[in-house]
Nanobody, 122 residues
Framework: VQLQASGGGLVQAGGSLRLSCAVS????????MGWFRQAPGKEREFVAE???????YYGDSAKGRFTVSRDNAKNTVYLQMSSLKPDDTAVYYC?????????????????WGQGTLVTVSS
């Protein structure tokens, strides 16, 4: 299984960015996919999840601003981020939970992408 995250970059506050995570080795409709982020000096935190069924869940920081989606044909998961704030600055990781464990605990995820840096300037 391999996860390749991309789409990070520098954006001004209030702007938008879309992250992508290309997955190989598993079909997206058979696994749960999550997005996490880690800011300097902070713990990795849950951002969003799209489950094998298509149900989506969001962390408090993402609700109302971020949207997680997937393209089964491309086997790619997306994180559309809008109304970005400087506090959103972090390395964003996509992750795969092959066991489809309910919950957003990062320990449930057994495969991780390499991370993509998002920097939001004020």
């Amino acid at each position: 299984v391999q996860l390749q995250a991309s789409g990070g970059g520098l954006v001004q506050a209030g702007g938008s960015l879309r992250l992508s995570c290309a997955v190989s080795g598993r079909r997206l409709n058979s696994v749960d996919m999550g997005w996490f982020r880690q800011a300097p000096g902070k713990e990795r935190e849950f951002v969003a999840e799209i489950r094998w069924s298509g149900s989506t869940y969001y962390g408090d920081s993402a609700k109302g601003r971020f949207t997680v989606s997937r393209d089964n044909a491309k086997n790619t998961v997306y994180l559309q981020m809008s109304s970005l704030k400087p506090d959103d600055t972090a390395v964003y990781y996509c992750a795969l939970d092959s066991s489809r464990t309910v919950g957003a605990d990062l320990r449930f995820y057994d495969y991780w992408g390499q991370g993509t840096l998002v920097t939001v300037s004020s």
